[in-house]
């Protein structure tokens, strides 16, 4: 079965500092995909990224950057210079290759303060 | 373009009645998926819609039910509504389904009390 743990419950950063949000999966899948999504206080979940099994090059975004690393299973997001802005619940997912059955993580609460 | 509608937004219902909520998918989007978040369960998938055929469903019991219109438009049912069925019920689309996930686009829910 697969699983997505995101060990960090809340976390809690001063505007401008560098955050990283933890995510270790589990799947038997040898093809697979893996997500972030944002989820501010309006509901809907925003989509960051998504990353195949086969591509474990690192990715940057603007601020934002994600380290994928096989051999531990981990698809890590980091926030360089956070902003308030970037408050939000943060979800790291996966899904098997076919279909749109994400399998998610807890969350991750980010609190940015000024 | 406009994204993902969900309606009615903010609902109450008690304790053995059903509810239907609706997701109009982003224009073109032939995929609809469903679902539930809860603080205790998280976000957990219900189930997913293509051409109007469920493809795959999630480990909820059968009062919960849905379809998907010719428009592509979807609705999800719940019948005998219990306590923990209180929750945001989130819809999803996208243009494909069944092959490589692509990205998904979110409503901002349908948040259901139970009473």
């Known amino acids: 079965a697969q699983k997505v743990t995101q060990a960090q419950t809340e976390i809690s950063v001063v505007e401008k500092e560098d955050v990283t949000l933890d995510c270790v999966y589990e799947?038997?899948?040898?093809?697979?995909?893996l997500f972030w999504y944002k989820q501010p206080p309006s509901g809907e979940l925003v989509f960051l990224i998504r990353?195949?099994?086969?591509?474990?090059q690192n990715e940057i975004s603007g601020r934002y950057s994600w380290n994928f690393q096989k051999s531990t299973s981990s698809f890590n997001f980091t926030i360089t210079a956070s902003q308030v802005v970037d408050s939000a619940v943060y979800f790291c997912?996966?899904?098997?290759?076919?279909?749109?059955?994400?399998?998610f993580g807890a969350g991750t609460i980010l609190r940015v303060k000024s | 373009k406009a994204g993902v509608t969900q309606t009615p937004r903010y609902l109450i219902k008690t304790r053995g009645q059903q509810v239907t909520l609706s997701c109009s998918p982003i224009?073109?989007?032939?995929?609809v998926s469903w679902y539930q978040q809860t603080p205790g369960q998280g976000l957990q998938f219900l189930f997913e819609?293509?051409?109007?055929?469920?493809?795959n469903k999630g480990n909820f019991p059968g009062r919960f039910s849905g379809r998907q219109f010719s428009n592509s438009r979807s609705e999800m049912n719940v019948s005998t509504l219990e306590l923990g069925d209180s929750a945001l019920y989130l819809c999803?689309?996208?243009?494909?389904?069944?092959?490589?996930?692509?990205?998904?686009?979110f409503g901002e829910g349908s948040r259901l009390t139970v009473l």
């Open positions: 799947t038997r899948d040898t093809t697979y995909y």
């Open positions: 990353r195949n099994s086969f591509d474990e």
């Open positions: 997912a996966l899904t098997e290759a076919r279909g749109n059955k994400l399998v």
């Open positions: 999803a689309s996208s243009f494909i389904a069944g092959g490589p996930t692509g990205e998904l686009f």
């Open positions: 819609y293509f051409s109007e055929t469920q493809r």
């Open positions: 224009s073109g989007h032939r995929s």
